[in-house]
């Protein structure tokens, strides 16, 4: 990756201009069957026009705090990398009273709803459904987000050293997220560019962040985010980890 990169989205359009053809993220949801795999070049067209969305409809500005009520899911990624292009903060800890925008997923509405600015909501179905009924009082990401622009500009430029991600308690500023993802590789077993790793962690600390997303776009490798992978048997999962060509693995039991 380039070495002058300081934010989350300086690694995504690294990755864009190296390889837009290999995959990024590969989501399987062990509860519903769901598999996803997005290339860097799709991922970072989700990443565009959720951007859009923040900045223009949601008038989001730089330094705006964007509650993620969300589980470690491909969509999530897609936020997290948006509100870095945005240069908002990702407040991974959810609270949305103190949020200027909330984005929700369907178990955590109630909570959202303490928002007082705009609030969102996904639905999380397969392909990036829509809800049947959008939620009252919030607007539905898989309705919204199809018609945003393919490309992206800030209005202004995201400073790397703003705040841009909380995650259990701790504020961590865009250079910050990049420096600690590249510090931390070697020990999460991401090796360099083509490595895969597979994670069943959730995205409330920062270890699940960094195995889930932040690591192996820092490295020029890919992720396998595997949401409720205790339902899957190890039989299965040598399985998955076989076919999907995985190099490290990382299970909320340490396995």
Excluded at 156 to 165: I, K, R, S, T
Excluded at 191 to 217: E, F, H, K, Q, V
């Amino acid at each position: 990756m380039n070495a002058t990169d300081r934010t989350p989205a300086d690694l995504l359009s690294s990755a864009l201009a190296a390889d837009p053809g290999r995959p990024l993220v590969t989501f399987y949801d062990d509860a519903t069957g769901e598999r996803v795999e997005l290339s860097v070049a799709t991922f970072a067209n989700w990443v565009a026009k959720t951007a859009n969305l923040l900045q223009g409809d949601l008038a989001v500005s730089p330094g705006d705090r964007v509650a993620l009520l969300l589980p470690a899911h491909w969509q999530t990624a897609v936020w997290l990398l948006a509100c870095a292009s945005v240069g908002a903060v990702a407040d991974m800890d959810g609270n949305a009273a103190a949020a200027d925008v909330v984005v929700s997923g369907p178990d955590t509405l109630e909570a959202a709803r303490a928002c007082r600015g705009e609030r969102v909501a996904l639905a999380l179905r397969p392909l990036g459904g829509r809800f049947p009924q959008t939620p009252e009082g919030f607007v539905d990401y898989a309705v919204e987000v199809p018609g945003q622009g393919d490309r992206f500009a800030p209005f202004a430029p995201v400073d790397p050293a703003e705040p841009a991600l909380i995650v259990a308690g701790r504020e961590f500023g865009a250079a910050e997220v990049v420096e600690r993802a590249r510090e931390e590789a070697t020990g999460l077993g991401l090796t360099g560019p083509g490595c895969r790793i597979l994670s069943g962690l959730s995205y409330d600390t920062w270890d699940g962040l960094n195995a889930g997303l932040y690591g192996p776009l820092a490295t020029g490798g890919s992720v396998v985010l595997c949401r409720n992978l205790d339902r899957l048997g190890e039989e299965a999962l040598a399985k998955r980890i076989d076919s999907e060509r995985v190099s490290v693995v990382r299970r909320a039991d340490g396995g």
